[in-house]
């Protein structure tokens, strides 16, 4: 059974930086397409970062310069370095890994419907 974990969520002021983590169990994030996406209230899933199954990473402009994606493959643990936060990065923050079965991964424009795995959410809060 597949499991992503999410931790490193919080509140900060604008400016600020957190780390968010996602430890898989039953899934190996290497070879494997994965991501990190957000949902802010009232808006639709997007992707913010991810790295395709070559191992290729793949950032949303609206965060470019600010968020980094990495991957431990050894620990099989996802990360999402964020820095410089603003307000509009206020928002639940979900793991992702693989697709469904036929679908095409596209970077961080993959449309949520076509992951094969969340994690339950970690919610990242920036005050002005």
């Known amino acids: 059974q597949v499991q992503l974990v999410e931790s490193g969520g919080g509140s900060v002021q604008a400016g600020g930086s957190l780390q968010l983590s996602c430890e898989a169990t039953?899934?190996?994030?290497?070879?494997?397409?994965m991501g990190w996406f957000r949902q802010a209230p009232g808006k639709e899933r997007e992707g913010v970062a991810t790295?395709?199954?070559?191992?290729?990473?793949d950032v949303a402009r609206s965060v470019k310069g600010r968020f980094t994606i990495s991957a431990d493959n050894a620990k099989n643990i996802l990360y999402l370095q964020m820095n410089s936060l603003k307000p509009e990065d206020t928002a639940m923050y979900y793991c992702?890994?693989?697709?469904?079965?036929?679908?095409?991964?596209?970077?961080?424009?993959?449309?949520?419907?076509?992951?094969?795995?969340w994690g339950q959410g970690t919610q990242v809060t920036v005050s002005s």
């Open positions: 790295i395709d199954s070559d191992g290729s990473a």
């Open positions: 039953g899934y190996t994030f290497s070879g494997n397409d």
């Open positions: 992702a890994a693989g697709r469904r079965s036929g679908e095409e991964w596209v970077g961080f424009q993959t449309p949520p419907e076509r992951v094969g795995y």
